[in-house]
């Protein structure tokens, strides 16, 4: 116990020395919080638009005006011509071209049919799509005025309507920050457990400091606990700095308890550190630790549903976050913090989180052997 | 010139010798695409959704059986009652829920009007207003069924064209992204890293005593890593012709040249980096904050730059990806020229030289 708190107070002073790694553990949190939430908004707010009218009839104009209101579009011009327009497109000035024919009102009025054309900019698939969806949900709207105007629209409706009313449950403003803010803190705390504790390891290595352990009496299970308790404190504090800005920066206030962010966050990282423990194992060079931690975290984060819902991928691909131990932690404190679930929801994810500590810690503790 | 080429035939024998951090450089562009092309997508399908069906009469019935057939949706729960709405979405178990009214069928026949509540997850803003979305469209395409085939008067109709990218395919935006990663970690981190480590292990001290010019052995450490991204940069392309069925619209030469421009610029960068940092870790550090993080937010190919906050705008124009990112989408996808693409070429250029004049002049002064 005497040798295992000599080795923690070890560990703590040269962390405590080392600026950058201070600095790491600090400025992280603080950047990625800060600006990952304002930088990742994918909502399409800003359609650029390009209105090419033949007809400059009262109707077109009351066309554009109302879309010029939806405050879903921009209008960048307003033009007579049809290359113009593509020029826009071509240079990304605009994204969604709009062809009013020259007898759109007269057609509407006496041959009860005019078609309006759409030209978007499809690189952008999803914008593309709801730009297109917004233009014809407005398009709907314009056409039943002008029914109203030509036609006695019965009082009572001759036809069956299914009235639909969504309801937004656990974040009914839609505000995407709380769906970001949770998965960046899963991050984080994923990229402290298993790259800082991989370079850890991998810089005594490399400097030789290793060999020195090894050959005092210092048993093989108290240097490792030497090595991933800090860590694994060092892990709890940035969840706590992160949990503290996004309460301050964002407002978000966990609606379940935070012990059980906490306790699932604890687990979660002894995981985290038996991986960065493992490839510390069989990285040689801070730069391989570096690069293999770095590889596996691409995978973990960009197969962890964090941008993408997981359920939209290919059946191989979900295959693979059944092994993405990030996947899960993403879920749970999104679950935890939107939804207020409690402990007994997530015990199944806790159950997981806990083979894959067992797990990766075992594969490390096993390689290590082998080697001194 | 035969120093120079010893070293840099040492630095090629580090590298290839190095068999696992080889194979990852490699692996790396492949799996990326791999992911990025397959995996990844902003589409939403088979949604889970759970189903409370407070009438159960033909109406309902026949509805949630078109919602439940739909690749959008998996119908995973039936849900009893409103008291077991909440648990439901708190388990993680569905992303929306349907409630149908009683009499859904009466209503809709007698008093020609039923509603249906729609409660999505919002926890995740986008997919709960795709998944409403996508109900709603079939909700209302069952309605427009019963209503026959009744003629409006005063019709638009809408024609649609979507240029460039007529399938929507989510490809065509990654993969100049994935470009831009890819040489930002080979030619920036990779490259920095191996040279503060000669620093730290003293064998940099050996190398400035010793009558070699300095610069050239920093030049012979950076052209291994330089090979290996153009090896890259051409598996990158070719999958994404041959798998991807991404095109390569305009000029081959232009495009391989923009991308050397960029790994020139990358790599200065990578340079600088490593006449700052004392460290590996600082290295590390730096590179991942100060230019993978920038890659990945800010050059918009993750995420649109237009939401950004004016503030973040601004500083998104000093990444050289977002530049880099710019003219190889054009290039790529709409067949852009030179001419389309000069400003970009030349600011990127401009950011080339200020980082190789930069970084040469202070390795210089830390000479002296």
């Known amino acids: 116990m005497r040798v295992l708190r000599i080795l923690l107070e070890k560990e703590f002073r040269q962390i405590f020395r080392d600026p950058a790694i201070l600095r790491m553990i600090f400025i992280m949190p603080t950047i990625q919080l800060l600006i990952f939430p304002l930088a990742a908004d994918y909502e399409v707010k800003h359609v650029n638009l390009c209105v090419i009218d033949y007809d400059h009839s009262s109707y077109s104009n009351q066309f554009v005006n109302k879309i010029k209101a939806s405050g879903y579009f921009s209008l960048v011009d307003y033009t007579d011509s049809h290359e113009i327009a593509m020029d826009y497109v071509e240079n990304d000035k605009v994204d969604l071209i709009l062809q009013i024919p020259n007898s759109f009102e007269k057609q509407l009025v006496r041959e009860d049919k005019t078609t309006i054309s759409l030209e978007i900019n499809a690189i952008n698939g999803a914008k593309a799509i709801i730009g297109s969806s917004y233009l014809n949900y407005i398009t709907a709207d314009f056409n039943d005025e002008i029914r109203q105007e030509w036609n006695l629209w019965p009082r009572f409706n001759p036809m069956p309507i299914i009235q639909i009313e969504p309801l937004y449950w656990y974040n009914p403003l839609l505000n995407y920050y709380f769906f970001m803010v949770p998965g960046i803190l899963v991050i984080l705390i994923t990229m402290v457990g298993s790259l800082l504790t991989a370079l850890n390891i991998v810089k005594e290595k490399e400097v030789g400091t290793i060999e020195q352990i090894n050959v005092t009496p210092v048993k093989k299970y108290q240097f490792i606990l030497g090595k991933l308790i800090p860590f694994w404190i060092l892990g709890l504090i940035i969840l706590s700095i992160g949990l503290t800005i996004s309460w301050l920066v964002y407002g978000i206030v966990p609606l379940g308890h935070l012990s059980t962010i906490y306790i699932f966050s604890a687990t979660f990282l002894i995981a985290v550190l038996g991986l960065g423990f493992f490839l510390s194992t069989i990285a040689k060079t801070q730069q391989q630790a570096m690069l293999f931690s770095f590889f596996l975290m691409m995978l973990f984060i960009l197969l962890g549903g964090l941008y993408t819902s997981i359920e939209s991928m290919p059946y191989w691909a979900q295959i693979i976050t059944w092994f993405n131990p990030v996947s899960y932690f993403i879920e749970v404190m999104r679950m935890v913090v939107l939804k207020g679930s409690s402990l007994s929801d997530i015990k199944f994810h806790i159950f997981i989180v806990l083979i894959f500590a067992v797990f990766f810690n075992l594969v490390a503790i096993w390689n290590y052997k082998k080697r001194s | ?368």
């Open chain 2, 1 to 368: 010139m035969k120093q120079f080429l010893f070293f840099i035939k040492k630095e090629f024998t580090h590298v290839w010798r190095d068999g696992h951090t080889l194979f990852i450089l490699l692996a790396m562009p492949l799996t990326q695409i791999l992911i990025f092309g397959f995996a990844l997508t902003n589409e939403v399908k088979n949604s889970s959704i759970g189903i409370l069906d407070n009438s159960k009469d033909k109406a309902s019935v026949e509805l949630i059986a078109r919602i439940s057939a739909s690749r959008y949706f998996d119908v995973v729960s039936i849900i009893p009652d409103n008291a077991h709405i909440d648990p439901t979405f708190k388990k993680g178990k569905i992303k929306m829920a349907l409630i149908m009214p009683s009499d859904f069928e009466e209503s809709l026949l007698h008093s020609n009007s039923a509603k249906i509540q729609l409660i999505a997850d919002a926890s995740d803003p986008n997919t709960a207003t795709t998944l409403i979305n996508y109900a709603s469209a079939i909700i209302r395409d069952y309605q427009k069924e019963l209503m026959a085939n009744q003629d409006f008067p005063n019709t638009i109709k809408t024609e649609i064209k979507m240029l460039y990218n007529p399938q929507l395919k989510g490809s065509y935006n990654f993969v100049p992204g994935v470009i831009a990663m890819i040489l930002m970690l080979l030619c920036s981190m990779m490259t920095s890293i191996s040279i503060v480590k000669e620093k730290e292990l003293g064998t940099m001290e050996v190398i400035l005593v010793s009558p070699i010019v300095p610069l050239r052995v920093i030049f012979a450490k950076m052209i291994p890593y330089f090979i290996v991204s153009m090896i890259n940069i051409t598996t990158i392309l070719l999958l994404s012709v041959f798998v991807l069925e991404v095109p390569i619209k305009g000029n081959l030469i232009l495009l391989i040249s923009e991308c050397i421009l960029f790994t020139i610029t990358v790599l200065a960068l990578g340079l600088l980096i490593s006449i700052v940092a004392k460290s590996q870790q600082i290295a590390i550090f730096i590179s991942l904050m100060g230019l993978f993080l920038p890659t990945i937010m800010l050059s918009g190919f993750m995420f649109p730059i237009e939401n950004m906050p004016i503030g973040l705008q601004l500083i998104s124009n000093l990444v050289p990806s977002k530049w880099f990112y710019h003219i190889i989408k054009n290039i790529m996808i709409k067949g852009s020229s030179l001419q389309h693409v000069w400003k970009e070429t030349a600011i990127l250029v401009g950011m080339m030289l200020v980082l190789v004049t930069v970084s040469i002049k202070k390795f210089k002064i830390r000479m002296e």
